[in-house]
T-cell receptor, first 113, second 114 residues
Framework: GDSVTQMEGPVTLSEEAFLTINCTYT??????LFWYVQYPGEGLQLLLK?????DKGSNKGFEATYRKETTSFHLEKGSVQVSDSAVYFC????????????FGRGTSLIVHP | NAGVTQTPKFRVLKTGQSMTLLCAQD?????MYWYRQDPGMGLRLIHY???????AKGEVPDGYNVSRLKKQNFLLGLESAAPSQTSVYFC?????????????FGSGTRLTVV
């Protein structure tokens, strides 16, 4: 079956540091890939997505590139801010009877001033 | 736009009590979902619906029931609450093909069963 593996957290960084959160996936077909962000006390929000190989999703300074050859969708940001502190979820959605997505377990990011 | 609205936001139940969580969306989405989120477990799908009048079991359906009588509403019921159902519950909705648009989530219901 489909699966998503994320690096375990928490990831702790200083403000303005470079961020990478690794995500790899296993899928039987050709999925779309997503990153969601959950701020404290809130629901998940779609951060960015990519629907085909080599697509780059981007939003709010975050980027991720769909790498089919390595089955990866790593999240990056060049300079993190304290306000980026949140939990980040990688997910995939594959064509099927119900399009039920598969989520990773989430990676907590803590950014210190 | 309101998006996905969950009520209530917080609730404390005694073991054996019942309750219903309401999810309402105003985006004309076909698909709706109920998840629970527990520390270290990520998101686990409880039940979902692919359209008005339809429901299906997810990964952890035991102890829960759902109904989708109207397209915009998806209700999650706990018939006899147990401490193991203490969790944060999220509702989400999507168009039929979530590969292109992803999900929209509600802000969650924090349920404590004592």
């Amino acid at each position: 079956g489909d699966s998503v593996t994320q690096m375990e957290g928490p990831v702790t960084l200083s403000e303005e540091a470079f961020l990478t959160i690794n995500c790899t996936y296993t899928a039987t077909g050709y999925p779309s890939l997503f990153w969601y962000v959950q701020y404290p006390g809130e629901g998940l929000q779609l951060l960015l997505k990519a629907t085909k190989a080599d697509d780059k999703g981007s939003n709010k300074g975050f980027e991720a590139t769909y790498r089919k050859e390595t089955t990866s969708f790593h999240l990056e940001k060049g300079s993190v801010q304290v306000s980026d502190s949140a939990v980040y979820f990688c997910a995939l959605s594959e064509k099927g009877g119900s399009y039920i997505p598969t989520f990773g377990r989430g990676t907590s990011l803590i950014v210190h001033p | 736009n309101a998006g996905v609205t969950q009520t209530p936001k917080f609730r404390v139940l005694k073991t054996g009590q019942s309750m219903t969580l309401l999810c309402a969306q105003d985006m004309n989405h076909e698909y709706m979902y109920w998840y629970r989120q527990d520390p270290g477990m990520g998101l686990r799908l409880i039940h979902y619906s692919v359209g008005e009048g339809t429901t299906a079991k997810g990964e952890v359906p035991d102890g829960y029931n759902v109904s989708r009588l109207k397209k915009q509403n998806f209700l999650l019921g706990l018939e006899s609450a147990a401490p193991s159902q203490t969790s944060v519950y999220f509702c989400a909705s999507s168009y039929g093909d979530s590969r292109s648009y992803g999900y929209t989530f509600g802000s969650g219901t924090r349920l404590t069963v004592v």
